[in-house]
């Protein structure tokens, strides 16, 4: 038999009753009935329930003893439970084994926290003894599913003729939106690696040399702060690029992948498909966000020039997006006033509103403020039927974007708008190529500065840049944006004259793109790609808010690995062998000092 284990702790059935088998794994849980000890054995592959006798003195001490989450090897016989107890919830749930022997291969010390239990124990305890985090069921869950979904993606990705390329981790810096981290570089005093944000300079010249269909699971690194849905400093994408293609060829591909890999591990989640194509100045109106949640089935409707020249001083003058939601104007005050809360929540002032009769007249807080020219013109804008319910923003675009797509989702939730138990992609398509800096009022990139201008040369040299649109485009699912792509900018004087309405200079194009520019000179291909996130897929995959929870080791919010220590200081001598000096923030210096001991 061999040294550890014969079975593994999830295989056992009723069909191995009376085996003699060998089992190792970690001590889940432990019961004493009546003398008859009962224990829970896990491994990677499940749960099979131990029993020891009274009889087995010894082996009752030694397991009575051990701390939870104690490593032991186990021989027993394979017997099967009484019809009463039987545990329909544990593949072995029919079987038990009865031990006879017992080695114990690593002893625990007692453990933070619970492991066959969500506790509610904080994050930051969990970082730090993330070794034990990921014992837990659901963790383990989660990150076994990241790798079923990285290999089904991997798969798929070949068996539709791409080639699975490496790309370099030290390179230059890349304008690609977030700062770089940098790596010192010991051979050449002064200069600086850039991890790389994302591999695209590398696949652009992939496709350059001729590889025609490149993908890669490739790591980015990024020094951007946390958000629920982006994990500071390094992330992982289906990293994609295609030669001689138009946008819609790209869309073909990932729509095609998306939808296999969400059906196939989405527990039965439907996927809408075709992926709907939605402009982006249409889905700032309609859903306030260019990641809108489809989910909610309800749409905003710009309702400006109903109130231009009204006197109600609270739309006058102002962007006014109004939301009509059938069938709720039966709701009780306290939902309206709920909603009130929810958009000051957002950072609105108030929410205002009003109910449709069933004579078309409106009730509600601000009626008495509109004429009947207002009423008029305002249901005819919303199609809005007796018996239907509209919220109203009122402000600045953005602002008023940002509050009622908020609003949107969170109405649609409690009035039964809302589709669960699905996955709802679209394509956001025609972004801007250009805008205006708010703070600076100069011309900047809106997006990747190497993206194909709609109308190429002519465009950039005859139009105003703010209209002009790029073959840009962003795939999201559920309101969460999985990723950014684009149909590539390959021609050298294109490329001059875009980077000049961003205020570069040729020299300066040269100087930071000289290798891509080089490139193009040498015949590059018509080509394009997209990189969906592949933390962000398994996030939805999984139903978790947070994409910390299925990452097998993340930074916490703060960059930090508690559990390694980093980031760390690094002593004189390393710093001399790579030519730097520290300069510390004077409240950083003023922290050590307050740290360390008082000089006697």
Known sequence: MHRYRSHTCGELRASDVGSDVRLSGWLHNRRNLGGILFLDLRDHHG?????????RTEVAELLSGLAKESVVRVDGTVTARGAENVNPELATGEIEVEVAEVEVLGSAEQIPFTINAEDGVNEEKRLEYRFLDLRRERMHRNIMLRSAVISSLRRRMTDLGFNEMATPILSATSPEGARDFLVPSRLHPGTFYALPQAPQQFKQLLMIAGFDRYFQIAPCFRDEDARADRSPGEFYQLDVEMSFVEQEDVFGVIEKVMTDVFEEFGNGRHVTSPFPRIPFREAMLKYGTDKPDLRAELELV??????????????????????????????????????????????AKGLAWVRVGDGGQLTGPIAKFLTEENVAALLGALDAKPGTAVFFGAGEFDEVSKIMSAVRVEVARRTGHFAENVFRFCWIVDFPMFERNEDTGEIEFSHNPFSMPQGGLEALETRDPLDVLAWQYDIVCNGVELSSGAIRNHEPEIMFKAFGIAGYSEDEVEREFGGMLRAFRFGAPPHGGIAPG???????????PNIRETIAFPLNGNAQDLLMGAPTEVDEARLRELHLSVRKPPQVQQARKAESPSEM
């Open 302 to 347: 710009d309702v400006s020039q109903v109130f231009a020249g009204s006197e109600f001083k609270a739309f006058a003058g102002k962007h006014v997006r109004a939301l009509a939601v059938p069938d709720t104007a039966d709701q009780p005050r306290k939902f309206f006033d709920q909603m009130g809360e929810f958009a000051q929540e957002q950072g």
């Open 534 to 544: 592949v933390d962000r897929i398994v996030m939805l995959l999984a139903d978790e």
């Open 47 to 55: 749960i099979v329930q131990l029993v020891v006798r009274p009889e």
